[in-house]
């Protein structure tokens, strides 16, 4: 894997990090909402982002080898919407959100 | 029977394990589509935008809007911090539908990283199954 093809990966997992959280804030928010149409769109773009460059990743990688790297976004996801969006997150949830993302760093470096 | 189709389709756990289904095929397609693109040179080649030739990236763009939709009436009921590790369901599957579709092989060391991905998704799945069988 070449430096540029892990900014790649990285940058990919940011925008599909914060595509979620702005998608979460849209559809708590009435539809008729403003906000709705703000967070919506924001999520909608962030998301078609991180999607093409997966796709342009998937030339490269195998698609079982790749697709895991975001799996790394479970605890990092888990983490900002206790912050952010103050969902409740317990032990248990943080020992399940920690043992995938663990699951899925195994599976990369295979 | 009709009702019960529309209280199914209605329910958020259901639309949870449709958009799962629906990331694993669409992941499918898009591996083969995106083999199948003709290569741009490496300036732009990184942009993807060449797998759009392929009716297969098409098929998995189609999908794609599928979970999409089904994961933002997800959003709507589920918290974050509960759907999102659930979701992760798809670790395992799109490994299975790698090996099982498109010949990749999985290594031993994979197969453990799973059954760990496999471990996490039921221990934040058991306290939301005894909270469904209470309701």
């Not at chain 1, 599909?16 to 909402?33: C, I, Y």
């Not at chain 1, 796709?55 to 790394?72: A, E, K, W």
């Not at chain 2, 999102?84 to 670790?91: A, E, Q, T």
Request: charged fraction near 10%.
């Amino acid at each position: 894997m070449t430096p540029f093809s892990a900014l790649l990966i990285f940058v990919a997992l940011v925008l599909f990090v914060v595509a979620q959280l702005f998608l979460k804030h849209a559809m708590e928010s009435d539809l008729r909402n403003p906000r709705f149409t703000r967070f919506f769109g924001a999520g909608l773009a962030t998301m078609t982002a991180s999607f093409f460059i997966t796709l342009g990743l998937l030339q490269d990688f195998d698609l079982s080898y790749l697709y895991p790297f975001q799996g790394l976004s479970v605890v990092i996801i888990s983490i900002l919407a206790a912050i952010i969006l103050r969902e409740k997150l317990t032990p248990r949830l943080f020992l399940g959100a920690a043992l995938i993302s663990g699951g899925v760093v195994l599976v990369s470096l295979s | 029977m009709i009702q019960k189709a529309k209280e199914l389709l209605l329910n958020p756990w259901f639309q949870l394990a449709l958009s799962v289904l629906f990331v694993t095929t669409s992941e499918v397609f898009l591996k083969r589509g995106a083999v199948e693109a003709p290569r741009l040179p490496e300036q732009v080649n990184w942009t993807g935008v060449s797998g759009l030739a392929s009716l297969n990236v098409w098929y998995g763009i189609l999908f794609v809007i599928a979970s999409f939709v089904s994961w933002l009436y997800v959003l709507r009921f589920i918290p974050l911090t509960i759907a999102f590790p659930l979701s992760n369901f798809v670790h395992v599957l799109i490994p299975l539908a790698s090996w099982f579709c498109l010949d990749e092989i999985i290594s031993t060391q994979r197969w453990c990283g799973i059954a760990l991905v496999l471990i996490g998704v039921l221990i934040v799945a058991k306290p939301v199954a005894r909270m469904e069988e209470k309701l």
